[in-house]
């Protein structure tokens, strides 16, 4: 069907009309046609507004995808993050300032960092450093006075001490015989090993809390003076598994004793597992719940997905468990009265679709 094209505006009559008649209209349609072009500009402006606006949360958009999803495999060549870091961060923060206030800060990218802010943790080592005048340049003056004109952050580097233990040792003579008495040495949770508990601490806590692998640790402590190997942190990580499973089962039994507690099981790949090839699915169980502002995560290494896992796991827990809808619980559920609460993730979509409807 086609459309009939509008019909032209009448231009109005004006041969009866005076001089001074005809200046009026001709002021009124100017005055109509400045407005018009006045509304087509701020419409204009708007738009450009607009469209510079979503230029750039789209520009966000593609960095923090970079940022989350791009290629961070240490094997590959093209390790996006590893030089273009700082750059990456700047180029972010430099858009978000660009972004007009009435933007909503949900409507943007979530920002990878705090703003920074002004002063430092009135937890932190203070040190004052004067500096003072000269006599000559305070010669003749009525009074002095320090005032704070500024704030540092230092950073001390970590370093090595060796800590030398000297026993001290004493003889006594009882019927001709010596007997000797030596002071008491520190215990030592790994018993014979070079390495202090807090080099121990290090070790565990970049290796599990910061993701550093140990060859990279091997590197950044040869940088301090001495090296240790790999091999020596893989033997004290494993050595520890028997000194920290009383913790571990008392953050169990502690978990377990609360209200609510939260369970997932993820799949993961270990290399040299009995009966099971390398290709093969094992299961890294993980727990997270306990008192209320206390919360613990507890990760729990299976080959198996089978039901035995979680009812060892959640031994004497009856409370309420959310999880996913994997039929591995259900056993546990049912012996031990837990109430079973799904999560939002695994919701049926078609519920919301038909609720929508």
Known sequence: MKLKPEAPSKTPDTSGLSAAELRSVVEGLQQELTAKSAEIQQRDQEVKQRDHTIQILEELLRWKRVQQFGASSEKSAHQIHLFDEAELEVEIDALRDQLPDDVAEE?????????????????????????????????????????????????????????????????????????????????HPLSKCTATTSLLAYVITSKYADGLPLYRLEHMLKRLGHEISRTSMAHWVIRLDDVFKPLIHLMREVQNSSDYLQADESRMYVLKEDGKTAQSDKWMWVTRGGPPGKPSVLFEYDPSRAGKVPVRLLDDFNGILQADGYSGYGKVCRDNNITRMGCWDHYPESIFIRSAA
């Open 107 to 187: 409507e943007a990218p979530p920002a990878s960092r705090k703003r920074r802010q002004r002063g430092f943790s009135d937890k932190l080592l203070r040190e004052r450093i004067e500096l003072t005048l000269s006599d000559e340049d305070k010669a003749g003056a009525v009074k002095t006075f320090f005032t704070k004109v500024k704030e540092e952050l230092q950073f001390i580097p970590a370093q090595f001490k060796v800590l030398e233990y000297w026993q001290k040792k004493a003889v006594f003579e009882h019927n001709g015989e010596e007997r000797l008495v030596a002071a008491a040495r520190p215990v």
